[in-house]
């Protein structure tokens, strides 16, 4: 079984299209991040990879939530997950290691958010529910799929395990 967590990057500081890439965290976000890695930490699957999009924030998102994990995790940059579509996404998640069957996977709305909907159109209805209503800044999807190899994952093959998202987390 592959269990998948889609990360959105944590509040970052106000958009600027000349320095999209590089804006950082604002401090809202820092804190958010390390609350997600404090609620990773108690996680009885540990997460065995880590990859953002390369934007600072996903970056930055990954790093601070890794701090508070008991273990080590490895971390690496997947630039198609930065600006893609919900279907560029999904085809950046089938080229994940399989020799890693809990990833964490830190991007960006609304590819993002679009890509958990196709993935997870099953599971726990509460959250599929307050998925679709809103994907927040560091808010996490857990999808849970039933294969062997990352290349096999579909829309509709995941199962919604969790939704939590940060009290006030915004667009």
Sequence with gaps: MLRLLLLRHAKAVAH???RDHGRALAE???ADAKRLGQALAGESRAIEA??????RRAEETALIALDELPKPVPVSTEPRLYEAT???VIAALRDLPDTAKTILVVGHNPSL???A????DRGNKAALARMAAKYPTCAL???????????????GAGRLVAFIAPAGGSD
């Design 16 to 18: 600027d299209p000349a």
């Design 28 to 30: 809202r976000g820092r």
């Design 50 to 55: 880590v990859v953002h999009s390369g934007a």
């Design 86 to 88: 919900a279907a560029g």
């Design 113 to 115: 958010a679009e890509a």
């Design 117 to 120: 909907l196709r993935l997870a």
């Design 141 to 155: 999807a857990t999808i849970d799929f039933d294969l062997a190899h990352w290349k096999d994952i579909s829309a």
